[in-house]
């Protein structure tokens, strides 16, 4: 299969984006701020959902115009600490502005908050597929 690339440039992109790292997993040390180049970025260990096959491969993920982050419920004087992404949403400021913050929530109640100017998003698989140790599991 190819690599995926995908950018993201407003809330239904980045629903995409959410959807394709649903059930990803990271080391807390590969989530990191740049506040001078204004990115946050992340590498994640994502299940190929749509091979079909359980496959996971390493992506980076990378949001751009990033003005500030906050974490709730993240060990983040433990860089080896594993983190599993639920979900990745965005609630605009209101009115014509384009910014708003975009919420990356982790199972156990962690999350992570970037306000950001505009949504500037973009995924990318970095890695060669190998075989996951397991499914996710999740309710109907």
Same mark, same amino acid.
Do not use: N, S, T, Y
């Given at each position: 299969m190819s690599a995926l690339v995908l950018g993201a440039e407003d @809330? =239904? =992109?980045l629903q995409i984006i959410s959807a394709r790292?649903? $059930?990803a997993v990271a080391r807390v040390? =590969?989530?990191v701020w740049l506040p001078k180049q204004r990115r946050f970025a992340g590498v994640f260990n994502r299940f190929k959902w749509e091979s079909g096959? /359980?496959?996971? &491969?390493r992506s980076g993920l990378?949001? $751009?115009?990033?003005l500030s982050v906050k974490s709730h419920n993240i060990k983040r004087g433990d860089a080896d600490a594993v983190v599993s992404l639920l979900a990745i949403s965005f609630a605009p400021k209101g009115g014509e $502005?384009?910014?708003g913050t975009v919420e990356l929530m982790f199972s156990g109640g962690g999350a992570i908050r970037l306000d950001v +100017?505009?949504? =500037? @998003?973009g995924l990318k698989d &970095? /890695? /060669? +597929?190998?075989?996951a140790r397991g499914r996710p599991l999740h309710e109907d």
């Open positions: @809330a =239904d =992109d790292l649903q $059930d040390g =590969d989530l096959k /359980g496959l996971r &491969v990378h949001f $751009d115009g990033v $502005d384009p910014g +100017e505009c949504i =500037d @998003a &970095v /890695g /060669g +597929e190998w075989a």
